[in-house]
């Protein structure tokens, strides 16, 4: 117990002992813990968000009545759109009201019939738009248990009197169970999600982590050197350096705590995302919350422990004073990064889903694997520079880099993890966001097509309203003329216009002395109806609209146009589908802001990382300097020194990033075809790495050059 207590006591001492570099250690440490925490809980904050969503959507999936489960509900999966953003419209026809089991969630009141219940995020934005307020009057507003987020657009329609749905209805027995869901499933790829955690959040956290635990590590060298000298047992030791380090990240642990704990309910989006979440979503629950800070407690307590054995030599296991002779660097530290690269070979042998996992492991692990082999890389490069220099600058530098690698490229960890993920990122960006352009307006007519129960459709009444506006059935597509060898030439749809409303609408004649179609009357005709067909116009009244079929609304161009026939397809008894231009433009993944999210996240700690690393490794320079200005060497050449073994180590960082990641993007590129290559992604960073080192040279000059006297005894 003695023992325990005065290991305690000599821990507190040390943690919070006036030495200016414990001092800076316990500000560091303690700074890196508090960033670790806020990252970590943000990123558990986020998964719970998700994972309360996946919930919600599959409470409210439709299961059919299947195997003799009786009905409760028929069920029409129709969808509406509003600019470019289309939401999922749910008809509804329940066979008994009063069954709860027939209402989805959220709803705690069945609407008057034809009567609309709608997401609180739909009935805001209809609030602001009364375009939009039009397509649902009187809507009730569904409860949070029956929206993903509160900015979730969703409808239900109570089927009205003498309503009729389309062919694809179907009967339920109910809602949360296995079935189609109500919106877009947004299913989490678990394989994928744990490789981009691991990736832009658990990889920046474990180097923050073991920046801020090496802060100071020759003081605590030092100090640790002369207790082992004084005979106090490894164990003690180790017991001694997690409790000082205990000391110290605790409290900003529980700072990061604190800090997330009373802001996250205030987020109604996840930061740097902007994906609207529900009222405390981000806030994960308690037993995650201590999950949390005790892995972090148990990382940051077992690096410290890691630092401590590395840095302490084994053939000067006694000495209070470090001597001559380089620390151990064993080649395995490169064995995670040559398994990055052996499955990326792997993936070039493989297809389809497997080959994408296997390169965005090997990915992953590339980044993860070149931090630890960084130190290998400097060394080998300070060794053959101070074989090869011609000077005694040359030569010491080299030497410098040579003997302690790690502290020389420790800040630099997240620089090259970075320069690995970043041009795959890019790549696979630029992939994404390149959309085909729309096709060209027709600059005197625009067109919707209607699907669902277009045999109960009232025309008159769809088109009251719409001036000049016409219906055109469209009949099912029929193979093009047989030949020998089967059918060929494009399909043909057979249109239900004439030939004087055609021309009207179009603003030209668009039939020939036969009545067919002239080329350009086709041309234009079928980029109105989006169609690639070849297009064939019938008299109006010899097609009618079937269930299965199509019905296309033509009229002159308007603004107002598109509204207007959303709005009355949407009241009309019968259970549609309205298709226009909007609907047929790509949209950008929503991949897209989840990926720069990560990649803002991991530039962040990166930033921190270098600024950390930085300043330390600043702090421990002075001592080196003080001992060279005492062998009698000039400020200006102990500057110089410092500058080009700083550049010998960046070089090797940033020459080790930019080729991994070349290799990395182009084991990416290979994967799919529609992926270039990032090469001017790689320029950019190599020219923006050589703009950084010279900041780095002109920072450490400056440094120099407000350092105390050379005599002063180190601290």
């Known amino acids: 117990m003695n023992a325990h207590r005065t290991t305690l006591r000599l821990a507190a001492r040390l943690a919070w002992g006036p030495h200016p570099r414990q001092r800076l250690r316990a500000l560091l440490l303690g700074a890196a813990a508090a960033a670790c925490a806020v990252t970590v809980l943000f990123a558990a904050g986020v998964l ?46 329940p066979v008994d009201e009063g069954d709860p089991a027939a209402m989805p969630p959220g709803m705690s009141a069945w609407p008057e019939k034809g009567g609309w219940a709608v997401s609180p995020g739909l009935a805001a934005l209809a609030r602001a738009h009364p375009a939009l307020a039009a397509r649902f009057p009187g809507a009730e507003v569904l409860g949070d248990a029956g929206v993903l987020h509160p900015g979730e657009l969703l409808a239900y329609r109570h089927m009205p009197e003498g309503g009729a749905m389309g062919a694809a209805a179907f009967d339920a027995a109910g809602f949360g169970g296995p079935g189609p869901s109500v919106g877009e499933r947004t299913e989490v790829d678990r394989p994928a999600l744990a490789l981009a955690l691991t990736g832009f959040v658990g990889l920046p956290v ?132 040559a398994a990055g690269l052996v499955l990326l070979a792997l993936a070039q042998l493989r297809d389809g889903q497997a080959a994408s996992t296997t390169t965005l492991a090997g990915v992953v692990l590339l ?28 030569v010491l530098a080299g030497r410098r880099l040579q003997y302690d690698p790690r502290s020389a490229v420790r800040p630099l960890y997240g620089v090259a993890a970075l320069l690995v993920l970043a041009p795959v990122v890019a790549a696979w960006m630029g992939a994404v966001r390149h959309l085909d352009a729309p096709p060209p307006r027709d600059p005197t007519a625009e067109a919707v097509v209607l699907r669902g129960a277009l045999d109960r459709v009232d025309t008159g009444v769809l088109l009251r309203g719409l001036p000049g506006a016409v219906a055109v059935p469209l009949a099912p597509r029929d193979p093009g003329p047989s030949g020998p060898s089967g059918p060929s030439g494009p399909p043909v749809l057979r249109v239900g216009l004439g030939c004087a409303d055609a021309g009207r609408l179009l603003g030209t004649a668009v039939c020939g002395p036969a009545g067919s179609l002239t080329p ?63 609907d047929l433009v790509l949209q950008e993944s929503e991949l897209v802001s989840w990926i720069l999210g990560g990649v803002a996240v991991l530039g962040s700690l990166t930033f921190l990382v270098l600024a950390l690393g930085t300043i330390d490794r600043t702090a421990a320079g002075r001592d080196g300097d003080r001992l060279l200005g ?51 992604v790689l320029a950019g960073a190599a020219v923006l790495a050589a703009l950084l080192a010279g900041a780095g040279a002109l920072g450490i000059r400056l440094a120099s050059g407000r350092r105390p006297a050379e005599g002063r005894a180190p601290g």
């Open 48 to 93: 719970h968000a998700l994972s309360g969503e996946a919930d919600r959507l599959r409470q409210r999936s439709v299961v059919p009545a299947r195997g003799g489960a009786e009905p409760v509900v028929r069920v029409d999966l129709r969808a509406d759109t509003w600019g470019l953003e289309q939401y999922p419209v749910v008809w509804l026809d």
């Open 206 to 337: 474990v180097l923050l982590a073991a920046a801020g635990t090496a802060v100071s590590a020759p003081l605590r060298a030092r100090r640790l050197a002369l207790l082992r000298a004084l005979g106090t047992p490894a164990r003690r030791l180790r017991a001694l350096v997690a409790a000082e380090a205990a000391l110290v990240f605790l409290p900003g642990l529980a700072l990061g705590v604190l800090l997330w704990t009373p802001v996250a309910p205030l987020l109604g989006e996840v930061p740097v995302v902007g994906r609207p979440v529900a009222d405390g979503a981000l806030v994960p629950p308690p037993w995650a919350t201590a999950a949390v800070a005790a892995c972090l407690a148990c990382l940051f307590a077992a690096l410290a422990v890691l630092t401590e054995r590395r840095g302490r030599g084994s053939r000067h296991r006694v000495a209070p004073r470090p001597r001559a002779g380089r620390p151990r660097l064993p080649v395995l530290r490169t064995a995670p990064a």
């Open 367 to 394: 980044a993860v694997g070149v931090p630890p082999a960084l130190p290998v890389v400097a060394r080998a490069v300070g060794g053959r520079m101070a074989d090869r220099a011609s000077g005694p600058r040359g």
């Open 520 to 582: 350009e009357g086709s041309r234009r005709l079928a980029v109105l109806l989006g169609t690639p067909a070849q297009l064939r116009l019938v008299p109006p009244g010899t097609l009618r609209p079937t269930p299965g079929g199509e019905l296309a609304v033509i009229a002159p161009r308007d603004p107002r146009f598109e509204n207007a026939i959303r709005a009355a397809a949407l009241a009309h008894p019968a259970a549609l589908n309205v298709v226009s231009a909007a």
């Open 630 to 680: 005492a062998l009698g060497l000039s400020r200006g050449r102990v500057r110089a020194i410092g500058t080009e073994e700083f550049l010998l180590g960046y070089a090797a960082v940033v020459g080790t990033g930019l080729a991994c990641g070349a290799v990395a993007s182009a084991a990416w590129s290979a994967m799919d075809p529609a992926i270039g290559y990032p090469a001017g």
